[in-house]
């Protein structure tokens, strides 16, 4: 089975694009997380999705981040615009969540450079 | 904020040894999760363990939790080269519906 498809991989652009990165979760799973990892700050969960509708959103840093997960098999995160300290890995997951207990399958990641 | 804290932060080791590594948090929780992390990849689900279950085995690899010291440990035994790689513990909070909070890790290095 196809695991959690992130695009693209690496990303180099400059400061002030705006950039957009993309994720599909596995087919069956109901729940999808962005996360943004760094060295500073680690892993931090940047907003997460039930059933297409975003839960929440309090990790998201600041309004030039968005998030949209128009359908199941489809989400993007976008930063409009970018600046130097977005550069970070990005990673989706996406779980099943009939209950709680439930483990996160995560991509291999987007990594994010800022020039 | 964290709510999980890993020690010790780094571990090295050579292959046959066991290692272990720890996990604490802060508030009740629903289940701790242990992940792995190999570099330049995503993370990858190892184990969970309930709120309710104080012990879980799963090939090399023997979880605990203790509750009451709202603590968790990893042992990995007779460790590989393979082994290498970053480990995270997460907790899934009573008070959230799937949210995990990730610890900082602990770097293990596993010398041939």
């Known amino acids: 089975d196809a695991g959690v498809i992130q695009s693209p991989r690496h990303e180099v652009t400059e400061m002030g694009q705006e950039v957009t990165l993309r994720c599909k979760p596995i087919s069956g799973h109901n729940s999808l997380f962005w996360y943004r990892q760094t060295m500073m700050r680690g892993l931090e969960l940047l907003i997460y999705f039930n059933n297409n509708v975003p839960i929440d959103d309090s990790g998201m840093p600041e309004d030039r981040f968005s998030a949209k997960m128009p359908n199941a098999s489809f989400s993007t995160l976008k930063i409009q615009p970018s600046e130097p300290r977005d550069s970070a890995v990005y990673f989706c997951a996406s779980s099943f969540r009939a209950d709680y207990n439930q483990p996160q399958h995560f991509g291999d990641g987007t990594r994010l450079s800022i020039l | 904020s964290q709510q999980g804290e890993e020690d010790p932060q780094a571990l090295s080791i050579q292959e046959g040894e066991n290692a272990t590594m720890n996990c604490s948090y802060k508030?009740?929780?629903?289940?701790l999760q242990w992940y792995r992390q190999n570099s330049g990849r995503g993370l990858v689900h190892l184990i969970l363990?309930?709120?309710?279950?104080r012990e879980k085995h799963s090939g090399r690899l023997r979880v605990t939790l203790d509750t009451s010291k709202k603590s968790s440990s990893l042992l990995i035994t007779a460790s590989r080269a393979a082994d290498t790689a970053s480990y995270f513990c997460?907790?899934?909070?009573?008070?959230?519906?799937?949210?995990?909070?990730f610890g900082q890790g602990t770097t293990l290095q596993v010398k041939p």
């Open positions: 508030t009740s929780i629903n289940n």
């Open positions: 363990i309930r709120s309710n279950e």
């Open positions: 997460a907790t899934d909070r009573s008070s959230n519906t799937g949210k995990l909070i």
